[in-house]
T-cell receptor, first 117, second 115 residues
Framework: AAGVIQSPRHLIKEKRETATLKCYPIPRHDTVYWYQQGPGQDPQFLISFYEKMQSDKGSIPDRFSAQQFSDYHSELNMSSLELGDSALYFC????????????????FGPGTRLTVL | AQTVTQSQPEMSVQEAETVTLSCTYDTSESDYYLFWYKQPPSRQMILVIRQEAYKQQNATENRFSVNFQKAAKSFSLKISDSQLGDAAMYFCAYRSAYRDDKIIFGKGTRLHILP
C-alpha cells in the first residue's frame, strides 16, 4: 500500500539559509499535518491543512510557512535557518472517506532530517 | 488544553518477560483517541495500538495490549513476551475525536530489552 512520502530524507543547510521540505500524502488523503521533533524530544505540531486551506496552527515560527497544493501535496518552507531548527520533520496525512483504509487516522511519513550548521 | 504525561523516562525488561509502560492524560473532552507509537532507532513513527475513548473494551494487538481507565485518565501499554526488536522509544499520544485534530504526544519512555 502507498505510504506518505517525504523528500528529501536528509538535508544539510547553513545558518540563515532557506530550506523546503515536501510531503506527498497517501492517495485520496486530503489533510496534511507537519510535526517537528528535536533531538531527544517528542514531536510537536506545527501546522495542518485540509483541502488546501490551513486548518490549525501550532508553535510554528514566523520564519516558517507552508501550503497545500491542488494535488494535496504540501511544502514547508523554512527561512533564516537557525541551529535550533535542526530536527526531524514529520508529515502525516489523514483521509476522511469512510471507505478509505484506516479512515480518520493519521499516517506518518518517514521524516526529513534537517541539520543546520 | 490537553496534556499527556509519561512518568517513566526509561525502562528495562528481560527478554521474554512482560513490561508495562504508564501514561496519564488530561482532557475535558468526552470523545477522543489514544495511541501508543513506537519509534525505533530509524526514527520512523510506528503506530502500535489505538483506543477509542467510547469503547470500554481494551484494545489488543498481538503481544501489545492496553489498560484504559477513562475515569482515572490512564492509558498503560503492556508488552508481553518482550523481544529484542521491541527496544525503542514509546510515545503515548492523544487526539480529539471532535475534529481532525493534531496529535499531542507525551515525552516518551525509552524501553531497553535485556538479552
Amino acid at each position: 500500500a502507498a505510504g506518505v512520502i517525504q523528500s528529501p530524507r536528509h538535508l544539510i543547510k547553513e545558518k540563515r539559509e532557506t530550506a523546503t521540505l515536501k510531503c506527498y500524502p497517501i492517495p485520496r488523503h486530503d489533510t496534511v499535518y507537519w510535526y517537528q521533533q528535536g533531538p531527544g524530544q517528542d514531536p510537536q505540531f506545527l501546522i495542518s491543512f485540509y483541502e488546501k486551506m490551513q486548518s490549525d496552527k501550532g508553535s510554528i515560527p514566523d520564519r516558517f510557512s507552508a501550503q497545500q497544493f491542488s494535488d494535496y501535496h504540501s511544502e514547508l518552507n523554512m527561512s533564516s535557518l537557525e541551529l535550533g531548527d535542526s530536527a526531524l520533520y514529520f508529515c502525516a496525512s489523514l483521509g476522511r472517506g469512510e471507505k478509505l483504509p484506516g479512515h480518520n487516522e493519521q499516517f506518518f511519513g518517514p521524516g526529513t532530517r534537517l541539520t543546520v550548521l | 488544553a490537553q496534556t499527556v504525561t509519561q512518568s517513566q523516562p526509561e525502562m528495562s525488561v528481560q527478554e521474554a518477560e512482560t513490561v508495562t509502560l504508564s501514561c496519564t492524560y488530561d482532557t475535558s473532552e468526552s470523545d477522543y483517541y489514544l495511541f501508543w507509537y513506537k519509534q525505533p532507532p530509524s526514527r520512523q513513527m510506528i503506530l502500535v495500538i489505538r483506543q477509542e475513548a467510547y469503547k470500554q473494551q481494551n484494545a489488543t494487538e498481538n503481544r501489545f495490549s492496553v489498560n484504559f481507565q477513562k475515569a482515572a485518565k490512564s492509558f498503560s501499554l503492556k508488552i508481553s513476551d518482550s523481544q529484542l526488536g521491541d527496544a525503542a522509544m514509546y510515545f503515548c499520544a492523544y487526539r480529539s475525536a471532535y475534529r481532525d485534530d493534531k496529535i499531542i504526544f507525551g515525552k516518551g519512555t525509552r524501553l531497553h530489552i535485556l538479552p
